[in-house]
């Protein structure tokens, strides 16, 4: 056997095989469908609107330079004063 025939039936063999392997199923997916697009689109949404959330919570709760002190509501009503009295006090006011 010649040179020439060896490297024709292996040319022919490669060709073969390289058509067999690619007439199957088609290797790339036509693409996602805009149904498909738009859930994954949502799903990314919400998923960013849970993160800052999550980081607006941590900011209220745990802020150190946030501090807070309660302080008392001292309104100087001390006793039962009937609401008249508080009135008369308050005229000059309104």
Same mark, same amino acid.
């Given at each position: 056997?010649?040179?020439k025939f %060896?490297?024709?039936c292996?040319? %022919?063999?490669?060709?073969?095989?390289?058509?067999?392997?690619?007439?199957?199923e088609?290797?790339?997916s036509p693409g996602l469908t805009y149904d498909e697009k738009m859930a994954r689109w =949502?799903?990314?949404?919400?998923? =960013? %609107?849970r993160l800052m959330d999550e980081r607006e919570k941590e900011k209220s709760y745990f802020n150190p330079s946030m501090d807070y002190k309660?302080?008392?509501?001292?309104?100087?009503l001390k006793g039962n004063l009937p609401i008249k009295e508080l009135i008369q006090g308050f005229r000059g006011l309104l």
């Open positions: 056997m010649s040179e %060896v490297f024709g292996l040319a %022919v063999f490669i060709c073969s095989m390289l058509i067999i392997i690619n007439s199957g088609p290797s790339r =949502q799903k990314g949404l919400t998923k =960013q %609107v309660s302080e008392p509501l001292e309104d100087d």
